[in-house]
């Protein structure tokens, strides 16, 4: 058993879009049903503005919004901690996505089921290959692993940049930001 | 990151329906306790009730469309007890079956228990509130997230369900419209109830947060300002009080019993039902979330 989480660097992040890209082609995500999003935030004052570029998807809660109120239970955290979608039980109703304060839910058009980030959890499992979309990014961005490994380069990476989640302890997210 | 409202319309329509359905229920129960007499209305008021729930569930299977197309999958909605959706199936359920059962005693004229209507009228009132409930438990959305929301939604539902009854009242039982003055009475307070929580609900939330100032400056000065204003503060609130006021103290004695009043109270009862029907939708269009970063 793991507890996976991610560490996502916004200080490298230049905003290309390549792990999104790269999650679509992986999970075979239709345009309209990105996993990751971005969001942009502008500070300082002209000579020394900056433009941060934030980008987010499900974050993996342990305390999740959407599980708590998903009525059909499609929602569940597996044993590894993942936030799962049994889409086989999903009737599309979209309350997770009203839950989720992290907007990190879409639906499917093709099924009328509702989807998001899966950590990619077969080829993490594994152990034969990351989640694409910490692999694709050019800037080293993300780093994913276990949370409960003081080993893994994740633990490493979350003790010496004091990341914190977005929403500070609110849902107990497992991706952590450097902001 | 742009923000597409998760719910449109036919959630809108169907939180509207089942309000008005449980309200309409109340009114007949209502009815009975009041005015015995007005039996018409009192079967209008039956016939509604499941009827307009029914078409409102029908909406929401229409919207869950990954259940629309797997049907056997609606059987999983009492799978989570902490689920304010599966709350409302039970409540749905158990209002569906009294109301139809309350209108197969009333079809075979025979008398409906008083347990049963008020059993029924329980759970009537739970799906007015559970309606509000249901979005009241969303963090994401000040608009919604606060304990104002069911009482308003109940209190419309009240509303709309009176409104009606007294609709089909005035216009096919005229009668016993004119001897129900107990609940035209009643019926009057509401829209001033719902016009105070209205207020209150905009004045706090727009306090409490940057998404919850923004989500009340697009109803009263933004993209639904001209809906919010003219739809549901004036067509479904404000004249239909107005309305009323002139017809139940200002015009000449045995005016408001004239086909002509019957026809304005019908109108103003419109004005209230529109102006429900409003008060889900803009308040399911307008909620913005939570700001991430």
Redesign the interface.
Same mark, same amino acid.
């Given at each position: 058993m793991a507890r996976y989480g991610m560490v996502i660097d916004t200080t490298k992040c230049i905003g290309c879009g390549a792990c999104r890209l790269a999650c679509q082609n992986q999970n075979d995500l239709l345009s309209s049903m990105p996993f990751v999003?971005?969001?942009e935030?502008e500070t300082g004052v002209y000579p020394t503005a900056s433009l =941060?570029v934030?980008p987010?998807q499900c974050m993996h809660c342990e305390d999740a919004?959407c599980q708590?109120?998903?009525?059909? #239970?499609?929602t569940y955290t597996n044993e590894d901690g993942i936030v799962c979608i049994d889409? #086989?039980?999903?009737? #599309?109703?979209? %309350?997770c996505?009203?839950?989720?304060? %992290? =907007?990190a839910r879409v639906?499917d058009e093709r099924?009328?089921?509702?989807d998001k980030c899966r950590f990619c959890t077969v080829s993490a499992l594994n152990g034969t290959e990351m989640s694409t979309c910490v692999t694709a990014c050019p800037a080293g961005v993300r780093v994913f692993g276990d949370l409960d490994d003081p080993d893994s380069e994740v633990s490493k990476v979350l003790a010496a940049t004091h990341a914190t989640p /977005? /929403?500070g302890d609110?849902t107990k997210s497992k991706i952590f930001y450097v902001r | 990151m742009s923000f597409e409202p998760v719910w449109g319309a036919p959630i809108a329509w169907y939180l509207f329906l089942a309000g008005l359905g449980g309200g309409a229920f109340i009114t007949s129960a209502f009815l009975r306790w009041k005015h015995p007499e007005a039996h018409g209305m009192r079967f209008a008021g039956h016939i509604i009730a499941p009827v307009v729930v029914i078409i409102g569930l029908f909406l929401l299977m229409f919207d869950a469309e990954a259940g629309l197309h797997n049907p056997l999958r609606f059987a999983l909605l009492l799978h989570n007890p902490c689920s304010v959706m599966t709350w409302g199936v039970v409540f749905l359920a158990a209002f569906v079956i009294i109301a139809l059962i309350t209108l197969l005693l009333d079809c075979l004229k025979k008398q409906v228990p008083v347990w049963l209507e008020i059993a029924g009228s329980v759970f009537a009132v739970c799906v007015g509130a559970y309606t509000g409930a249901l979005l009241g438990v969303c963090q994401t959305f000040p608009l919604w997230n606060n304990a104002l929301l069911p009482i308003l939604f109940l209190v419309s539902a009240v509303s709309t369900g009176m409104s009606s009854v007294l609709l089909v009242g005035g216009l096919k039982f005229p009668k016993e419209f004119d001897s129900v003055g107990v609940l035209k009475k009643f019926h009057y307070c509401f829209p001033i109830i719902e016009l105070v929580l209205v207020a209150s609900l905009c004045f706090i939330t727009s306090y409490n947060s940057v998404a919850g100032f923004e989500s009340v400056m697009s109803l009263v000065c933004g993209n639904w300002a001209v809906l919010f204003w003219l739809g549901f503060i004036v067509v479904g609130l404000v004249a239909p009080t107005a309305v009323e006021t002139w017809l139940l103290f200002i015009s000449k004695p045995g005016f408001e019993e004239t086909p002509k009043a019957h026809y304005i109270g019908a109108a103003a009862d419109a004005g209230v039902l529109i102006g429900g029907f409003l008060l889900r939708f803009l308040i399911v269009v307008a909620a913005l979330p939570v700001a991430l970063v």
């Open positions: 999003k971005f969001s935030v =941060q934030v987010s919004p708590a109120v998903c009525p059909t #239970g499609a889409h #086989g039980r999903c009737i #599309g109703c979209k %309350y996505m009203a839950a989720c304060p %992290y =907007q639906v099924t009328g089921a509702v /977005l /929403l609110a | -």
